[in-house]
């Protein structure tokens, strides 16, 4: 699927973008992988993290608690969709392929608009439960706003707020998220103006 301009019968860009806000993002993401073990050891390694409760079932016990737990700013690395997704989502947006979700219409249309970059700006998390080895998360998308076009220091651009909401496999909220990301075209350097 293709998005073409001069189909589109809204012109006004706030209003056009306006009608992303509260659909669902993309289908839910479910993990590849149970929470395992192996994953968070990795993870408290790698961030030099020494609470026992991750690591140690004595530890996690003595705390009340029936086994280790998976630290809860790991979320999101269980739904994850891998590489392979991540190279196959750069090849179609490299052919103007737009897949038929809300967010890879929202992406295209920001394309279309100039705003080509993007970099992450801020993650809020709310923790509601937590996660131990052997149960298997889904993450449910929407996208909860759009901003106007703001300048930054990295150029103009439009902030996009998905709000992330984690699940076991009873469905019982694990985690809500609030992920912003800008959407930005890349200022033109002082050399650049004067060359």
Known sequence: MRILRGEDPVDDPEER??????LEAEPPRVARYDVGEAMILNWVEAHD???????????????????????????????????????EVQRLRAEGVVEDFAYSRLLAELDQDGYT???????????????????????????????????????????????????????????????RLLRFTPATTESQETA
């Open 49 to 87: 993290d020494r609470n026992p409760v991750y690591v140690d079932r004595d530890a996690a016990r003595a705390t009340g608690r029936t086994d280790v737990i998976c630290p809860p700013a790991m979320i999101s690395t269980w739904v994850m969709s891998g590489y392979r997704r991540y190279r």
């Open 117 to 179: 970059s993007v970099v992450a700006t801020n993650v809020e998390q709310d923790y509601h439960a937590e996660l131990h080895p052997g149960d298997h998360v889904t993450c449910h998308f929407t996208i909860e706003a759009v901003s106007p076009v703001k300048k930054t220091g990295l150029g103009e651009g439009r902030f996009i707020t998905l709000l992330k909401k984690y699940v076991d496999r009873d469905g019982k909220l694990l985690v809500t998220e609030r992920f």
């Open 17 to 22: 973008l306006q009608r992303y806000v509260g």
